[in-house]
């Protein structure tokens, strides 16, 4: 039975899933998204989460030990450099899983999993969300909002005929 066997093996043996979380980290930091299955986007969730944690604290230790994982010097700079500047506010939860559907070859459940802060489309669905909710309490106090609607059909009517 697998009561408490919280991790995931990849149907691979402990060197090559080791390999492979580090490898996908790295892109990941590189390039901001990446494309993968979904059982690898949430096993890389849980594995590079804590790196990026230890990234907040720049540190001679926290780099080797963040090396240690990644064995990149590039991607542990930008990590240290770009990405922890970023995050350095976010108490947690720096990375988002968004599932794209089905591969075609063999049905796999494929997700993109991306660094939250980095995606500007997110940012502005956000911003948005904000400023509708205070005009809903500030409309009723502002009916100065309609006036200009009145006028609309007015000019609609005009290029009718």
Do not use: W
């Amino acid at each position: 039975m697998r009561h408490n066997k919280k991790f995931n093996h990849l149907g691979r043996t402990a060197s090559h899933r080791s390999a492979m979380l580090a490898n996908m980290a790295c892109s990941l930091i590189k390039h901001k998204r990446i494309t993968t299955t979904l059982a690898k986007a949430k096993a890389l969730k849980k594995y590079v989460e804590p790196l990026i944690t230890k990234s907040k604290n720049d540190t001679t230790n926290s780099r080797r030990v963040v090396f240690s994982y990644l064995q990149d010097k590039y991607a542990v700079t930008e990590l240290f450099k770009e990405i922890a500047v970023k995050v350095g506010d976010r108490p947690g939860g720096y990375t988002r899983i968004i599932k794209l559907g089905s591969r075609m070859s063999d049905a796999a459940p494929m997700a993109f999993i991306e660094l939250v802060d980095y995606n500007e489309n997110m940012a502005k669905v956000a911003k948005k969300a904000t400023r509708t909710r205070r005009s809903k309490k500030s409309a009723a106090a502002a009916p100065a909002v309609e006036a200009p609607a009145t006028e609309a059909p007015a000019a609609e009517e005009a290029t009718a005929e």
